[in-house]
């Protein structure tokens, strides 16, 4: 019902091109949301989706966030999660030609989960991509059809967003008598102190901090995911206001003046609805378009501030 009522509001509040001034924006909605070529790479996409809803496997779900309003038992099989959970169609051709139009050359993907994001920014584009999901069988699957599919640009890291959005999130590290090994999940609490922004919602609770111990491994290279620059971030996993909000802080970090960020479900709740209210109020955000089924916001510091809401 909630969705339902801001569906209509969004018909009431939302354009087309017309009445666009901003040239960038007008150029965006005409030539990239408004394309009705039909491109190769959607092939791609439409094969990857067939061969998930041909996929008779029963999976064990580790659920996070918000979760599905639709799928509620732990066990899940891979076709209805294909059909119910992910990305539709219509908006993985979106994302697809996003990524040809801004000419996105790396992402980050928060939200795998069966990969069809991924695919679709990954089909017929030179893109280097990062993403993440915190299930382990599901991203098993993913992993499978990137394999299968010969999406060689893509890296896959399973696990939680609160934990891999630490600047210290991964160190090589050797142990006493051990060989050189890598231990994404070693954080220690001084390091956590002066690396992640003490203001910031996003904090670990001090119970989850691992302190330093005698036989520690000492850190050294850190290889953060918050040490690289995106072009475009799509956050689409916990779709919930303090956990929205917490991701869009810490990936501030990771924007370039052309980078977008694309939250998913912005109307999916009163909370969403008020984290891409405080999100489009950011400072740093120039630009935002509201898709309903996304919000889009850019950085372009030569860009006076406009929100615009625009039927796709
Ligand atoms: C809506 S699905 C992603 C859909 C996918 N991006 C697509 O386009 O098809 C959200 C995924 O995020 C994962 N997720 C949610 N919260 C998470 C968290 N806190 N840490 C890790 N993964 C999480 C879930 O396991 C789920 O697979």
Same mark, same amino acid.
């Given at each position: 019902?909630?969705t339902?009522?801001?569906?209509i509001?969004?018909?009431?509040?939302?354009?087309?091109?017309h009445?666009?001034?901003?040239?960038f924006?007008?150029?965006?909605?005409t030539?990239c949301?408004?394309?009705?070529k039909?491109?190769?790479?959607?092939?791609?996409?439409?094969? &990857?989706r067939?061969?998930?809803?041909?996929d008779?496997?029963t999976?064990?779900i580790?659920?996070f966030g918000a979760?599905?309003?639709v799928?509620?038992s732990?066990?899940?099989?891979v076709s209805k999660m294909?059909k *119910? !959970?992910? *990305?539709?169609?219509?908006r993985?051709r979106?994302?697809?030609?996003?990524v040809? &139009?801004?000419?996105?050359?790396?992402a980050l993907?928060?939200?795998?989960?069966?990969?069809? @994001?991924?695919?679709a920014?990954?089909a @017929?584009n =030179?893109?280097k991509?990062t993403t993440?999901?915190?299930c382990?069988?599901?991203?098993?699957? !993913?992993?499978?059809?990137f394999?299968?599919?010969?999406?060689?640009?893509?890296?896959?890291k399973?696990?939680?967003?609160?934990?891999?959005?630490?600047?210290s999130g991964?160190?090589?590290?050797?142990?006493? =008598?051990?060989?050189?090994?890598t +231990?994404?999940?070693?954080?220690? @609490?001084? +390091?956590?102190?002066?690396?992640?922004?003490?203001?910031?919602?996003f904090?670990?609770? =001090?119970s989850?901090?691992?302190?330093?111990?005698?036989?520690?491994?000492?850190?050294t290279t850190p290889?953060?995911?918050?040490?690289?620059?995106?072009?475009?971030?799509?956050?689409?996993? =916990?779709?919930?206001?303090? !956990?929205?909000?917490a &991701?869009f802080?810490?990936?501030?970090?990771?924007?370039?003046?052309?980078s977008v960020?694309?939250? +998913?479900?912005?109307?999916w709740s009163r909370?969403?609805?008020e984290?891409?209210?405080?999100i489009?109020?950011?400072p740093?955000?120039?630009v935002s *378009?509201d898709?309903f089924?996304?919000?889009?916001?850019?950085?372009?510091?030569?860009?006076?501030?406009?929100?615009f809401? *625009?039927?796709?």
């Amino acid at each position: 019902m909630f969705t339902f009522l801001a569906f209509i509001k969004f018909l009431l509040r939302s354009s087309n091109q017309h009445g666009v001034h901003s040239p960038f924006v007008y150029n965006l909605v005409t030539k990239c949301f408004y394309d009705r070529k039909k491109h190769l790479s959607y092939l791609i996409l439409k094969q &990857y989706r067939k061969s998930l809803l041909k996929d008779e496997r029963t999976i064990r779900i580790k659920d996070f966030g918000a979760g599905s309003r639709v799928l509620k038992s732990d066990e899940r099989e891979v076709s209805k999660m294909a059909k *119910i !959970a992910g *990305i539709s169609p219509k908006r993985a051709r979106l994302l697809n030609r996003l990524v040809r &139009y801004l000419e996105v050359d790396t992402a980050l993907e928060l939200g795998t989960s069966l990969g069809m @994001g991924t695919a679709a920014m990954a089909a @017929g584009n =030179n893109i280097k991509i990062t993403t993440l999901e915190g299930c382990p069988e599901t991203g098993k699957v !993913a992993e499978e059809k990137f394999q299968e599919f010969g999406l060689r640009n893509v890296e896959l890291k399973v696990g939680e967003f609160e934990e891999k959005l630490v600047v210290s999130g991964q160190w090589s590290v050797v142990r006493p =008598n051990s060989q050189l090994t890598t +231990d994404n999940r070693l954080a220690y @609490g001084a +390091d956590f102190q002066s690396m992640t922004n003490r203001n910031s919602k996003f904090q670990i609770p =001090n119970s989850q901090k691992k302190q330093p111990t005698t036989d520690s491994p000492q850190p050294t290279t850190p290889i953060s995911i918050l040490n690289t620059k995106y072009s475009l971030l799509f956050i689409d996993g =916990n779709h919930q206001k303090e !956990a929205t909000l917490a &991701y869009f802080e810490k990936l501030l970090a990771t924007v370039h003046n052309d980078s977008v960020m694309i939250f +998913d479900d912005i109307h999916w709740s009163r909370g969403m609805e008020e984290a891409w209210e405080e999100i489009k109020a950011h400072p740093q955000v120039r630009v935002s *378009i509201d898709t309903f089924q996304w919000g889009m916001v850019f950085f372009r510091r030569e860009q006076e501030k406009e929100h615009f809401v *625009i039927r796709v």
